[in-house]
T-cell receptor
Framework: AQKVTQAQTEISVVEKEDVTLDCVYE???????LFWYKQPPSGELVFLIR??????QNEISGRYSWNFQKSTSSFNFTITASQVVDSAVYFC??????????FGTGTKLQVIP | DTGVSQDPRHKITKRGQNVTFRCDPI?????LYWYRQTLGQGPEFLTY????????KSRLLSDRFSAERPKGSFSTLEIQRTEQGDSAMYLC?????????????FGPGTRLTVL
């Protein structure tokens, strides 16, 4: 069985601060994919990143960066210089082999101006 | 390239009524997924289609729920004899590929309220 744990339920930061959202996963598959999605108040999940389990290189996209550590089964997401528009619920998700996608419970990020 | 669309965006119904939701996936995507999301939770898988074939259904999908994807294009999700516990956001997603590891793109969802 797959499991995704996002222990941080809610985080509040002041604008321009950096913030890291944690994601820990469990799977028995040797090949799997990890995802992050953003869900703004409008409700639509917006795809942010997909990462293969064999690719442990960190990735940076603008103010977003992801740290994948297979040794600790973690796939953490950092927003640098946060902005009010970053306020949303962020979901980490996992899919292995032919299993369906399993989502975490999400972390609500509030960026205060 | 238009994204995934869902209709209606909001639905309020009385307990015992039937409701139907529609999802139009990204045009070239062969896979279509339905999820349910309740407050404070992540999306939970309900069912998915590869082209017109429904390949898997979650145990969350009771006999009152039925989904179709005629001709492998749009899909409908029908809930019969709605119950208050059915109140949730129903999300549709589509992807191109052969497995669930392919990136899924989500629609805006249909928020169902059962009174």
């Amino acid at each position: 069985a797959q499991k995704v744990t996002q222990a941080q339920t809610e985080i509040s930061v002041v604008e321009k601060e950096d913030v890291t959202l944690d994601c820990v996963y469990e799977t028995r598959d040797t090949t799997y994919y990890l995802f992050w999605y953003k869900q703004p108040p409008s409700g639509e999940l917006v795809f942010l990143i997909r990462r293969n389990s064999f690719d442990e290189q960190n990735e940076i996209s603008g103010r977003y960066s992801w740290n994948f550590q297979k040794s600790t089964s973690s796939f953490n997401f950092t927003i640098t210089a946060s902005q009010v528009v970053d306020s949303a619920v962020y979901f980490c998700a996992l899919s292995g082999g032919y299993q369906k996608v399993t989502f975490g419970t999400g972390t609500k990020l509030q960026v205060i101006p | 390239d238009t994204g995934v669309s869902q209709d209606p965006r909001h639905k309020i119904t009385k307990r015992g009524q039937n409701v139907t939701f529609r999802c139009d996936p990204i045009s070239e995507h062969n896979r279509l997924y339905w999820y349910r999301q309740t407050l404070g939770q992540g999306p939970e898988f309900l069912t998915y289609f590869q082209n017109e074939a429904q390949l898997e259904k979650s145990r969350l999908l009771s006999d009152r729920f039925s989904a179709e994807r005629p001709k492998g294009s749009f899909s409908t999700l029908e809930i019969q004899r709605t119950e208050q516990g059915d109140s949730a956001m129903y999300l549709c997603a589509s992807s191109q590929g052969q497995t669930s590891t392919d990136t899924q793109y989500f629609g805006p969802g249909t928020r169902l309220t059962v009174l």
